[in-house]
């Protein structure tokens, strides 16, 4: 299975279809920083047949245009909403990952979303798994979705 | 008497975008109630009569499915349509569904239109 070729698709489809925003996929990272600067992350645990998670990284600028396209109005600062709103697009991408990965007979069940933000935190990238990492841009910033699953 | 839906979901995010899609779709309730979890909406329900309820399954304190379960097991409820509103394409957890109930699924992230035809059926 194309693990990039299935973020892109999810990730696309949820910005067109709940945003009305087109995200532009770029070429795949091999690894990003560990260190995250004035930025708001979502992760969602997969627990199944393997061990996988989930992550969206975006930068609090952008995550300020999301909220405020998914809430239809102007957003000025990170708060409850921000944290939901960017909780919820994590989900919905595992989501639509994981069907695809149902069709390949893996069986996953989603955690409910954790959320960070802040001036500066880390998020380790998990050890001994495959991952992909896919930059997209909107209009109004970049962010990151990364998928890693246990080897 | 006019229409009144129920909607839970743990994520404030999606009850808006919930409540914007149904106004979209033409489906205008009088009242639009709101739930943050399945336990929320029971305690909502033994106050209040609902035309239908759209539901979130993956939520914190009791999921979709035990509210499902507790709902069928209700007789002053149990025949309230309830619509699954999920990230879940299929398999196990909806199969589930169905069988406590549910009339109907629909897959985040969607449209009004889908909206509109999954629940002008149940109206």
Do not use: W
């Not at chain 1, 693990?3 to 070429?27: D, H, V, W």
């Not at chain 1, 979303?113 to 990492?133: F, M």
């Not at chain 2, 305690?43 to 069928?72: C, H, Y």
Request: net charge negative; aromatic share 4%.
């Amino acid at each position: 299975m194309d693990l990039n070729k299935s973020i892109g698709n999810a990730t696309q489809e949820i910005f067109q279809t709940m945003l009305m925003m087109e995200a532009r996929p770029g070429q795949p990272l091999a690894k990003r920083d560990e260190v995250f600067a004035d930025s708001v992350s979502a992760i969602v645990g997969m627990a199944g047949t393997s061990k996988a998670t989930l992550a969206i990284h975006i930068p609090e600028p952008t995550a300020l245009v999301i909220t405020g396209s998914f809430l239809m109005m102007e957003v000025a600062e990170i708060d409850e909403d921000v944290k939901d709103a960017i909780g919820e697009l994590a989900n919905m991408v595992a989501g639509s990952v994981k069907a695809d990965l149902t069709e390949q007979g893996h069986d996953f069940k989603l955690s409910i979303p954790s959320v960070v933000c802040g001036a500066e935190y880390e998020i380790d990238c998990p050890r001994d798994s495959l991952g992909v990492i896919v930059p997209f841009s909107i209009d109004g910033g970049d962010f990151l979705v990364e998928f890693h699953v246990q080897k | 008497m006019g229409k009144k839906v129920l909607i839970i979901d743990d994520s404030n995010t999606m009850r808006k975008i919930v409540t914007r899609s149904l106004r979209q779709a033409g489906l205008d309730f009088d009242t639009i109630l709101e739930a943050g979890d399945g336990q929320a909406a029971l305690d909502v329900l033994a106050g209040e009569t609902v035309d239908i309820i759209l539901s979130d399954i993956n939520m914190p304190t009791m999921d979709g499915i035990e509210f499902l379960r507790q709902k069928q097991a209700n007789d002053k409820i149990k025949n309230i349509p309830v619509v699954m509103i999920t990230t879940e394409a299929g398999g196990d957890i909806l199969d589930e569904a169905k069988s406590l109930g549910a009339a109907g699924s629909i897959k985040k992230p969607f449209t009004p239109d889908q909206i509109q035809e999954i629940l002008g059926g149940l109206l």
